[in-house]
């Protein structure tokens, strides 16, 4: 079965800028986090999604982050403006019934 | 919210021997435990997970055990070997929801 996949795998912005990741689950999943892995640290979710309904955003830095899983499927997660301390890797996981995760291969944000 | 302590930071073994890394949660409601491997610029991989129903989990090389009393649970693996050298990462659930990771054990298994 095909993976998780993201895009872009890397990016480079100005603080300031606006920028948005874009992910696709494993097909059936109806579960998806967003994830900020910072260097050196565990991933902090950010979002998760059941199908199109939020279930958790408690720590989305909702004046700035911003996602949305419209149709149920992809997701896309957006920041404006970026700050430097933004710069990270994000992730996207899936999970079916069984609640195991399956990360995608990440995004690495560069704010400069 | 639930807080995950995990221990130690870092740990060097020898080939052939065994690691134990271990995690502490604090929230009674958490119920899936999940460890993650991760290898440098890679993603988190599942190895192992445990479910508050059970006390202890083994696939092959690597188990899993859980103390629901003391809120504490660890990995344990046997046999080293230089490909398990990588950052390992616990988390704690609860239904699957509200996903908190520990800070990382950066294990190395030298030849």
């Known amino acids: 079965e095909a993976g998780v996949a993201q895009s872009p795998r890397y990016k480079i912005i100005e603080k300031r800028q606006s920028v948005a990741f874009w992910c696709n689950p494993i097909?059936?999943?109806?579960?998806l986090y967003w994830y900020q892995q910072i260097l050196g640290q565990g991933p902090k979710l950010l979002i998760q999604?059941?199908?199109?309904?939020?279930?958790?955003d408690s720590q989305l830095p909702k004046d700035r982050f911003s996602a949305e899983r419209l149709k149920g499927v992809d997701s896309t997660l957006k920041i404006q403006p970026a700050k430097l301390e933004d710069s990270a890797v994000y992730l996207c996981?899936?999970?079916?019934?069984?609640?195991?995760?399956?990360f995608g291969p990440g995004t690495r944000l560069t704010v400069t | 919210g639930e807080n995950v302590e995990q221990h130690p930071s870092t740990l060097s073994v020898q080939e052939g021997d065994s690691a134990v890394i271990k995690c502490t949660y604090s929230?009674?409601?958490?119920?899936?435990f999940p460890w993650y491997k991760q290898e440098l610029g890679k993603r988190p991989q599942l190895i192992i997970d445990?479910?508050?129903?059970?006390g202890e989990k083994k696939d092959q090389r690597i188990a899993v055990t859980l103390n629901k009393t003391a809120k504490h649970f660890s990995l344990h693996i046997t046999e080293t070997q230089p490909e398990d050298s990588a950052v390992y990462f616990c988390?704690?659930?609860?239904?699957?929801?509200?996903?908190?990771f520990g800070t990382g054990t950066s294990l190395t298994v030298i030849p």
């Open positions: 929230d009674s409601a958490s119920n899936y």
């Open positions: 445990i479910r508050s129903n059970v």
């Open positions: 999604f059941q199908n199109n309904g939020v279930v958790d």
């Open positions: 097909s059936g999943h109806a579960t």
């Open positions: 988390a704690a659930s609860n239904n699957g929801n509200q996903f908190y």
């Open positions: 996981a899936s999970a079916g019934l069984a609640y195991e995760q399956y």
